[in-house]
T-cell receptor, first 111, second 114 residues
Framework: DGGITQSPKYLFRKEGQNVTLSCEQN?????MYWYRQDPGQGLRLIYY???????QKGDIAEGYSVSREKKESFPLTVTSAQKNPTAFYLC??????????FGNGTRLTVT | AQSVTQLGSHVSVSEGALVLLRCNYS??????LFWYVQYPNQGLQLLLK??????LVKGINGFEAEFKKSETSFHLTKPSAHMSDAAEYFC????????????FGGGTRLMVKP
């Protein structure tokens, strides 16, 4: 079955550490996205990539970095510069003209 | 710039009652509109989408939504709520000129009382 796999489901880190969230898709989708979800704020776009080796900042990119070396993979690094990193992170993918397909998310807690 | 407003962050209905979740959007171009559902600690699942065809859109699980251009609204309804409908619902808008970039509303948590 095709889909998006985000791992791990829960992640705990100490403040000041960088952490990388994994997102893998086997849907052969060109575009991939990272969203951050906070209670009452809906989803906010962090980064997106329309094609391999290219990506653009979304609305809240500060303190995050991404890479897109393979079509299937779009890892997100939450750096120590992100002031409030505790959140639920959602990865999505799509092909042109089709709705976004979401993974099941990673809940990151930084203490 | 696009925006989406969902009126009511929490909505409570009794089982069997009508479900109405409100969504208003602003967009400078004809939009695509979507409703997604999210169960606890899971990703978002597409309920239905409007892409400039029929204004009344039917989705999964008995939900439907009507696009009203004059009111810039895309409210989600279901005639009879079921306990399994308890979840968070998100309305989203996409600019046809911006590929699949979605702008989301703040979400509405639906609670269903027995």
């Amino acid at each position: 079955d095709g889909g998006i796999t985000q791992s791990p489901k829960y992640l705990f880190r100490k403040e000041g550490q960088n952490v990388t969230l994994s997102c893998e898709q086997n849907l052969n989708h060109d575009a991939m996205y990272w969203y951050r979800q906070d209670p009452g704020q809906g989803l906010r776009l962090i980064y997106y990539s329309q094609i391999v080796n290219d990506f653009q900042k979304g609305d809240i990119a500060e303190g995050y970095s991404v890479s897109r070396e393979k079509k299937e993979s779009f890892p997100l690094t939450v750096t120590s510069a992100q002031k409030n990193p505790t959140a639920f992170y959602l990865c999505a993918s799509s092909i042109r003209g089709s709705p976004l397909h979401f993974g099941n998310g990673t809940r990151l807690t930084v203490t | 710039a696009q925006s989406v407003t969902q009126l009511g962050s929490h909505v409570s209905v009794s089982e069997g009652a009508l479900v109405l979740l409100r969504c208003n959007y602003s967009s400078s171009v004809p939009p695509y509109l979507f409703w997604y559902v999210q169960y606890p600690n899971q990703g978002l699942q597409l309920l239905l989408k409007y892409t400039s065809a029929a204004t009344l859109v039917k989705g999964i699980n008995g939900f439907e939504a009507e696009f009203k251009k004059s009111e810039t609204s895309f409210h989600l309804t279901k005639p009879s709520a079921h306990m399994s409908d308890a979840a968070e619902y998100f309305c989203a808008v996409s600019d046809l000129n911006a590929g699949n970039m979605l702008t989301f509303g703040g979400g509405t948590r639906l609670m269903v009382k027995p």
